[in-house]
């Protein structure tokens, strides 16, 4: 069924992800306070300790009637995954120090997130989306470099304090830009419900990437 005249439907923007919960969020403003404070902090815009997460896939602007069938074959592949948990790594620039785009908290180990991301992935293109060719990478964006001049934008100093996250879903959330920063809302939590099916790090390869959100 079309719209009627004057009734466009307002597409929305998406990604899904893992959220920090709090006390990966507390290490990671602790890390973040730190970079502010070390040479061209000034140069990155921090995003703000509530939005952080780790992203799986980034949907872009979509319309809401794609949705359910979406959350559908997502949610056949989650829940074939086991529950598992993570670890803080390295603080680092990212993709690279020379042309940093952010700076970024690694997760560890990378492989159990790797086949969240690939079945996410596999749900997203059963729902009719393209495949997304960049290889998925482990982490957590904390701050974005501003684009000045051919010079590392930053250095990082630090390493974040330990904590385990654990990790029992993935959530599909609706972004939301706005002049004070990305406000990010819960639209749908897709459970990982296997038991054991996380034991094979090698079960499913992964071509995911990501995107800042």
Known sequence: MRPEAGHEIQEIRCFIAVPLDARAR???RQ??????AAPHGERVRWVREETLHVTLRFLGNLAPSRIPELVRRVRQETRALAPFSLRPG?????????????????LEPEAPLALLAAAVERGVVAAGFPAESRRFRAHCTLGRVEPRGRYPAVTVPVTAQGFTLRVSEAVLFRSDLERAGARHTPLERLALSAAGANDHPHQHESSTGDEDT
């Open 26 to 28: 507390a290490a990671a």
């Open 31 to 36: 890390a973040t306070r730190e970079l502010r």
């Open 90 to 106: 390295r603080v680092l620039p990212f993709p690279d120090a020379r042309r940093p785009r952010v700076v970024a908290l690694e």
